[in-house]
């Protein structure tokens, strides 16, 4: 039967949960469909006391679940989605039967569950599932719809529960001991510890020098080709047989890890650079092997936020909306998967265009099947690819920008993945000769040749180390033969250092969570999106650096709550709630032994074993962790010793320094420290150097006029001075006074500005004088330099000292000169970035009135907190230009004019309601789209109410305690 067909089923309500999905599949259903959108979820936990029911009182109340009740969650229908319920309602009533066709993991699984249990619809109701958003796809899962699976709600709705008592019971405890609205979750604690033991890693690290020596051999062969090069380079292996020490025999603490191998400084391999400069070398072996290399498994989740980062300079959260898009306007496969599957029909079409774009010689006999290496794998059936039963190639696609890129990524890697290994050679050529002292030294040179390049023809994965060499780099060496002679044409000394371990990227971070098992790969992006917006890590280029204040909530967690940070015990949890998903275990009782501890709650033989919940050993007793609070010193948690006499102090308004008094009693001194200083880049050193400046309040007089005290402090924004008011001066209400402040110009400082500087930046804006008109003409110090102002027009001035020079006559000469329109001579980029991958325009750093911003000529991006124009690289400018163009042009709002009173002519009547009826027409065209919740007013409550992203309701649904 057609899944068109009205007549014999009537009327069928299908809800999905956003409005380009929704739009997307009323596209492939007959007039007998009804297709809407939940806008993500339409239902969850209590967001604050507020919101819970007037009948929940004491601890019920707050953590929206109770804990002595089997957990009962509370539930409440978001205030923002009211309006939706009951247009969803409405139709519902309309209707003969519905479908839920919301995602086909947990989280869509539970989305349907919310659906069922709020619309309480009374007509026949088939949860439909897909995933892929074709014609063919969306027809046979009407025709083939399934019940709701009540064991995945269940283990959805568990998780949820428990990230509220982890978030809900140790948040409060950061906000007492560590600075308050601050927050903690299973995942997110973990994250944080994982970049904050990199960073302790750093810190600890000690770097080692060694050297060796690289050479330029040739074989004398006159006629040498590209396939047979006449000179080749080696580096040098072993000396008198003992193996040379490089990067990796070298511990953190810069010390040799073994005794058998020979650590040349300088010195040594200058002299021994010196006494090979007339040996004669040969080789000494050949070693040949096969060289094979298979092609990567299909794109699932992870691995696609990997490669678009390493590829694309995509960050995981920018990865997952484009995915999104290309998903809901059925381009690919569903994007939140942890498998490499693929249907025979992705199989079948990944072939055909192997063929047809490649040839039979690269396809090969047997179909390839990957198997997942994801523990519990359920996310979705299928891999990530292009949709349909044959693909479309990019140019066939019509995508451009950001969704042509991440499409043409997905389209290669799925088309690679049938076709043949890459096969060749790889050598490696060892050559030796003894030196004038007698020593025998020995150079190593390896190459790979690629004889067949197979998939790497289609696609080469990115690595995430910039120096690592990619699967399609050739290295050519000489056909040469044990004992040919060989002339070295260069012997160079070389000097290296280890370095430090490299700072998780998006990119690394996930992979090493999914490497843990810690989490659910669908949620990474948003678990690094809010330690991120939580302050405890910024970006630096690509590298994520944990902030001091993460330096602080880490040390807390682990000492006094060191198992639910612990990676084992979180990758333990997941186990558990995997088999609880598979109906091995029980929630409730898993729930009791966790949040209660042993045995309480449980019953009296077997316990939460008994409950199918295996050993059960690593839970029990949050309850009775956050309860004792008496044993958290706050001052020992948030300080780390730096040196005997200065300590590095996280306080309630950010980090600084202390250096400890000379004379017992008195206050130490303190200075702050720069907001995104790395940490491993604060030594004692540069400590001494920021207690060394000018940085507190300093004292420079009393005003004459007011008798307020005048100080000079160092602001977020710079150097300023202010008036300290008296005591019992209202700060707020009607009646509140703001003392006088300004910034200090460019050429004062601190520790030079007196009291009679500060009178006189606080005597501005300063009147010059008034004009044959009578107009005041005053000079003003604003944030783009000083300035003349008459009325509301404004003349530059040249010099911050003409503020207190200028006078009338002078301004008047300047408001004669006519105003110059347009800008100034552009001034010279502040760094140059290359050609960007997308407009293929030269990109620059340039500096705006806003601050340094990138630019391709089309499109402008400012400059993040965390970027900086000296570091930044081209990869993160051109990742700035693409999300700019993702979020497109600035939309200008008209401002509302305020209600008139009755018009008082019939003229002015007439014109109001002519206005009020185009108004009422251009309205009834445009959905209102809901960017912030606000309050919900009577008229917008007529209008449809649409989110600009399902997937960000989604995933604040996933982690708000993660």
């Given at each position: 039967m057609s899944p068109s067909s009205e007549t014999a089923h009537g009327k069928r309500l299908v809800i999905v949960e956003?409005?380009?999905?929704?739009?997307?599949?009323?596209?492939?259903?007959?007039?007998?469909?009804?297709?809407?959108?939940?806008?993500?979820?339409?239902?969850?936990?209590?967001?604050?006391?507020?919101?819970?029911?007037?009948?929940?009182?004491?601890?019920?109340?707050?953590?929206?679940?109770?804990?002595?009740?089997?957990?009962?969650?509370?539930?409440?229908?978001?205030?923002?989605?009211?309006?939706?319920?009951?247009?969803?309602?409405?139709?519902?009533?309309?209707?003969?039967?519905?479908?839920?066709?919301?995602?086909?993991?947990?989280?869509?699984?539970?989305?349907?569950?919310?659906?069922?249990?709020?619309?309480?619809?009374?007509?026949?109701?088939?949860?439909m599932v897909f995933h892929e958003i074709t014609k063919d796809a969306i027809q046979e899962a009407v025709r083939n719809p399934r019940e709701l699976n009540q064991r995945l709600v269940d283990a959805q709705e568990t998780r949820r529960i428990l990230d509220r008592l982890y978030g809900y019971e140790v948040s409060p405890v950061l906000w007492k001991k560590v600075m308050p609205k601050l927050s903690a979750g299973r995942v997110q604690s973990v994250a944080t510890r994982l970049v904050v033991e990199r960073e302790r890693e750093r810190m600890a690290f000690r770097s080692a020098s060694y050297w060796d020596l690289t050479g330029t051999f040739s074989t004398g062969r006159t006629a040498a080709d590209a396939a047979n090069p006449e000179s080749f380079g080696a580096r040098l292996s072993a000396v008198d047989g003992k193996r040379i020490a490089t990067g990796r025999d070298f511990g953190q603490d810069g010390r040799l890890k073994t005794a058998n191998t020979l650590h040349l400084d300088e010195q040594a391999a200058r002299a021994l650079a010196a006494a090979l400069e007339q040996t004669a070398f040969s080789v000494r072996s050949v070693e040949s092997k096969p060289y094979r290399r298979s092609p990567y498994a299909p794109f699932r989740t992870t691995t696609l936020q990997q490669e678009a980062g390493r590829k694309l300079g995509f960050g995981?959260?920018?990865?997952?909306?484009?995915?999104?898009?290309?998903?809901?306007?059925?381009?690919?496969?569903?994007?939140?998967?942890?498998?490499?599957?693929?249907?025979?029909?992705?199989?079948?079409?990944?072939?055909?265009?192997?063929?047809?774009?490649?040839?039979?010689?690269?396809?090969?006999?047997?179909?390839?099947v990957y198997a997942s290496k994801v523990k519990n794998a359920q996310e979705a059936h299928e891999a990530i690819r292009p949709s349909g039963d044959r693909f479309r190639t990019p140019a066939e696609t019509g995508l451009a920008g950001d969704d042509f890129r991440l499409y043409e990524l997905i389209w290669m890697r799925t088309v690679a993945s049938q076709m043949k290994d890459a096969v060749g050679q790889s050598v490696t050529v060892k050559v030796g000769g003894r030196a004038a002292d007698g020593r025998d030294a020995e150079f190593s040179a390896s190459g790979k040749i690629i004889t067949f390049h197979g998939f790497l023809k289609a696609y080469v994965e990115g690595a995430d180390d910039p120096n690592a060499e990619l699967d399609d780099r050739e290295r050519r060496l000489p056909q040469v033969t044990e004992g040919d002679p060989l002339a070295a044409d260069r012997l160079s000394p070389e000097g290296h250092a280890t370095k430090p371990p490299a700072r998780y990227t998006e990119a690394s971070l996930v992979k090493e969570l999914e490497e843990r098992e810690i989490g659910r790969p669908s949620t990474?992006?948003?678990?690094?999106?809010?330690?991120?917006?939580?302050?405890?890590?910024?970006?630096k280029g690509t590298a994520l650096v944990p902030s001091f204040l993460s330096f602080a909530v880490v040390n807390l967690l682990e000492k006094h709550f060191g198992r639910l940070v612990d990676y084992d015990f979180t990758a333990r949890m997941e186990d558990d709630l995997d088999r609880i998903a598979a109906g091995e275990a029980q929630s409730v009782p898993w729930l009791k032994r966790f949040y209660f501890g042993e045995g309480e709650g449980l019953p009296a033989a077997g316990g939460a074993a008994d409950a199918g919940n295996g050993d059960g050993d690593h839970l029990g007793g949050l309850k009775e962790l956050v309860t004792d609070l008496g044993a958290i010193d706050a001052r020992e948690i948030s300080s780390f010793p730096l040196s005997e006499d200065i300590t590095l102090r996280v306080g309630r308004y950010g980090p600084y320094v202390e250096k400890a008094s000379q004379v017992e009693g008195e206050p130490g001194q303190r200075a702050d420290i720069p907001d995104e200083l790395p940490p491993d880049e604060l030594t004692v050193e540069l400590a001494e150097e920021l207690l060394a400046k000018p940085s507190g309040d300093f004292e420079l007089g009393t005003d004459p006029v007011s008798g307020n005290m005048l100080v000079a402090k160092d602001g977020r924004y710079g150097p300023y001075v202010t008036e300290i008011l008296p005591e019992g001066t209202p700060k707020t209400g009607k009646n509140a006074v703001k003392p006088r402040t300004a910034s200090l110009f460019k050429t004062m400082s601190l520790d030079t500005v007196t009291l009679e500087d500060a009178l006189q930046l606080l005597s501005l804006p300063r009147v010059v004088g008034a004009d044959a008109e009578g107009q005041e003409i005053t000079a003003q110090n604003g944030r783009y330099g000083p300035y003349l102002k008459r009325g509301t027009d404004s003349r530059s001035l040249t010099s911050e000292d003409q503020l207190f020079t200028v006078t009338l006559d002078e301004a008047l000469a300047i408001y004669a000169q006519p105003k110059q329109r347009g800008r100034a001579a552009a001034a010279p980029p502040l760094k140059e970035l290359g050609n960007d991958p997308v407009s293929e325009r030269p990109v620059v750093v340039k500096d705006g009135r806003f601050g340094p911003y990138v630019t391709d000529g089309e499109t402008n991006a400012t400059l993040r907190k965390d970027d900086d124009v000296e570091t930044i690289t081209p990869e993160r400018g051109f990742e700035l230009l693409a999300e700019k163009r993702a979020r497109g042009p600035v939309k200008k709002t008209a401002k509302k004019a305020p209600a008139k009173k009755a018009a008082a002519t019939k003229t002015t009547a007439t014109k109001t309601a002519a206005k009020k009826t185009a108004a009422k027409k251009t309205a009834a065209k445009k959905t209102t789209t809901v960017k912030k919740a606000t309050a919900v007013k009577k008229t917008a409550a007529k209008k449809t109410t649409t989110a600009t992203s399902a997937a960000a309701a989604k995933s604040a649904a996933e982690s708000e305690e993660s």
């Open positions: 956003s409005p380009a999905k929704a739009k997307t599949i009323k596209g492939y259903l007959g007039p007998g469909y009804i297709v809407e959108a939940s806008v993500g979820h339409i239902r969850d936990l209590p967001g604050t006391a507020a919101e819970v029911p007037d009948k929940y009182t004491g601890e019920v109340r707050r953590l929206g679940v109770d804990v002595d009740h089997d957990f009962a969650p509370i539930y409440v229908v978001n205030a923002d989605k009211k309006s939706q319920v009951s247009k969803l309602k409405s139709l519902l009533a309309e209707s003969d039967e519905l479908f839920l066709a919301t995602d086909e993991d947990r989280e869509g699984e539970a989305i349907a569950w919310h659906l069922q249990e709020v619309l309480k619809p009374k007509v026949p109701v088939h949860r995981a959260k920018r990865t997952m909306q484009v995915a999104q898009k290309l998903y809901e306007n059925g381009f690919i496969t569903y994007m939140r998967t942890d498998s490499t599957t693929l249907s025979e029909t992705a199989v079948a079409a990944a072939r055909a265009q192997v063929t047809q774009l490649y040839g039979a010689a690269y396809l090969p006999d047997a179909p390839r990474y992006a948003s678990i690094i999106d809010t330690i991120i917006n939580r302050k405890y890590v910024f970006k």
